[in-house]
């Protein structure tokens, strides 16, 4: 079992920056990978970016060359550096532990790209 705590989330306009962070209640290293995923209204919840235990990263190609994922093994989390934001990337973003039985989730953070 694991608790995770997205924070970060807000408004911002388009072209702009946020960065994400999502800290976890234990020990992330046990999960083969921790990720983002979001959700916008009417939409089915996407990947938007894995990264494994050793460091390896995935990103969906919306988000490619503008998104960093990044986690911290020693402090437990994981963050999601975003620019160049755009408004189609509105949603709710959720972090992700992927267990090898079990995926646990976050509550969720709003991000709004507004002008």
């Known amino acids: 079992q694991v608790q995770l705590v997205e924070s970060g989330g807000g408004l911002v306009q388009p072209g702009g920056s946020l960065r994400l962070s999502c800290a976890a209640s234990?020990?992330?290293?046990?999960?083969?990978?921790m990720g983002w995923y979001r959700q916008a209204p009417g939409k089915q919840r996407e990947l938007v970016a894995t990264i494994s235990s050793t460091g390896s990263t995935v990103y969906s190609d919306s988000v490619k060359g503008r998104f960093t994922a990044d986690r911290d093994n020693a402090k437990n989390t994981v963050s999601l550096q975003m620019n160049s934001l755009t408004p189609e990337d509105t949603a709710i973003y959720y972090c992700n532990a992927a267990g090898f039985l079990l995926n646990y989730w976050g509550q969720g953070t709003q991000v709004t790209v507004s002008s």
């Open positions: 234990r020990d992330i290293f046990s999960f083969k990978a």
